[in-house]
Each structure stands twice: as structure tokens, then as C-alpha cells.
């Protein structure tokens, strides 16, 4: 079945620094979607991304649409505490089904 | 607050025992898909609807069933429970059915099995 390989699992950095995580599959997708759960809760859409090589912003927040169709990128940018928590990406798939789920990247930031 | 009403909140019952969650979508979505996310785990596709139908199908077991009703609002069946079973059951909503559409999420349902 169709994957997307989420990295990295988990961060751990200092209050304002500047975040990047990615996801990348061997499918070809044409819809990426990036998503924030806190804990106990349900995700929230951050970002949605419609065309290849597509850049969108959300106040600090940057997500890219890969050129290749197969990848795309969150950059968070000067972090704060209440960025803590899980980021996913989710996609997709060209002529697919399914809205497919990475695994999660675990953002934890030390004030 | 995305729209998508999730109940119950919480949810406490014995194994073998038999339980239906319940979701109302975001108003006009047409979608509802089901989700388990079991603790840290990430989100695990159940089942997707769409318009009544169902349109896609994850790794859902036997025990459980769902159905979306003429209104559009979707119920996840659970039964013979075991403790495995516990875990947090989203439901989210799109207007489509599949790709260039954005889909939200409710609060989820955390289901307990003792």
C-alpha cells in the first residue's frame, strides 16, 4: 500500500529556533495535507497544499508541495512553547482512495 | 472548533462487551472516515464513507462495522471488545470523497476497555 515516510520521529529544541520536518513516498500525490495534534486531542489542519511546487504560509508556518509530486515540508519558524506536540503529514495519492497518514514527528521545546 | 462532533467523549466498558460511537460531520461534508489511534501510535485508517456508501476500506477488523446514515451522520460499531481495543476513535469529514479536499477532524472518542 501507499506510505509516507515522516521525519524525523521527534525534536527536541530551544524556543526559537527554527523547525523543518518532511515526508516523502514513492507515490505520486496531488493533495498534501499538514496536520497538529495536541495531546488527548483531535488533529487540526494547519496547511493544505494542491499543486506541485506550491508554498503556502500560515503566520510561522511554511509547507511546500515537492516539485516531484512524491515529497513536501512544514518549517515552523522561531518556535515557541505552544508549538509542542505531534505534526503530521497526510496525502492523496494520485488516482488512490485513501487519505494517507505519516507516522508523526513529536515537536517537544525547551523554554 | 472544526465542525466535526464526536460522542461520546469517553467511553469505559468490559471486554466482550459491544459499543457504538457516534459522528456528526461539519455541515454540506458529504465524507466521513474513521480512525483509531492507539497509545502513541499514529492515526490507523478504519473505514471511509461517502454519501451513504462506503467508499474505502483500511485495516478494519471483523468486530467492527460502520454505517453512514441518510442524514450523513456515521456511527463506528465495536463489538466483542478486547482490551487491544482500547484507544482514541477519530472521525473526520470532507466535502469529497477523495483528493484536492481538506479533511477535519473531531475531538475523538476515548474508548477504554477494562
Known amino acids: 500500500g501507499q506510505q509516507l515516510n515522516q521525519s524525523p520521529q521527534s525534536m527536541f529544541i530551544q524556543e526559537g529556533e527554527d523547525v523543518s520536518m518532511n515526508c516523502t513516498s514513492s507515490?505520486?500525490?496531488?493533495?498534501w495535507l499538514w496536520y497538529k495534534q495536541d495531546p488527548g486531542e483531535g488533529p487540526v489542519l494547519l496547511i493544505a497544499?494542491?499543486?506541485?511546487?506550491e508554498l503556502t504560509s500560515n503566520g510561522r508556518l511554511t509547507a511546500q508541495f515537492g516539485i516531484t509530486r512524491k515529497d513536501s515540508f512544514l518549517n515552523i519558524s522561531a518556535s515557541i512553547p505552544s508549538d509542542v506536540g505531534i505534526y503530521f503529514c497526510a496525502g492523496w495519492v494520485e488516482y488512490g482512495n485513501k487519505l494517507v497518514f505519516g507516522a508523526g514527528t513529536i515537536l517537544r521545546v525547551k523554554s | 472548533d472544526s465542525g466535526v462532533t464526536q460522542t461520546p467523549k469517553h467511553l469505559i466498558t468490559a471486554t466482550g462487551q459491544r459499543v457504538t460511537l457516534r459522528c456528526s460531520p461539519r455541515?454540506?461534508?458529504?465524507?466521513v472516515y474513521w480512525y483509531q489511534q492507539s497509545l502513541d501510535q499514529g492515526l490507523q485508517f478504519l473505514i471511509q464513507?461517502?454519501?451513504?456508501?462506503?467508499?474505502a476500506k483500511g485495516n478494519i477488523l471483523e468486530r467492527f462495522s460502520a454505517q453512514q446514515f441518510p442524514d450523513l451522520h456515521s456511527e463506528l460499531n465495536l463489538s466483542s471488545l478486547e482490551l487491544g481495543d482500547s484507544a482514541l476513535y477519530f472521525c473526520a469529514s470532507s466535502l469529497y470523497r477523495d483528493s484536492y479536499t481538506e479533511a477535519f477532524f473531531g475531538q475523538g472518542t476515548r474508548l477504554t476497555v477494562v
Open positions: 455541515s454540506g461534508d458529504l465524507s
Open positions: 464513507y461517502y454519501n451513504g456508501e462506503e467508499r
Open positions: 507515490s505520486i500525490f496531488n493533495t
Open positions: 497544499l494542491y499543486k506541485a511546487g
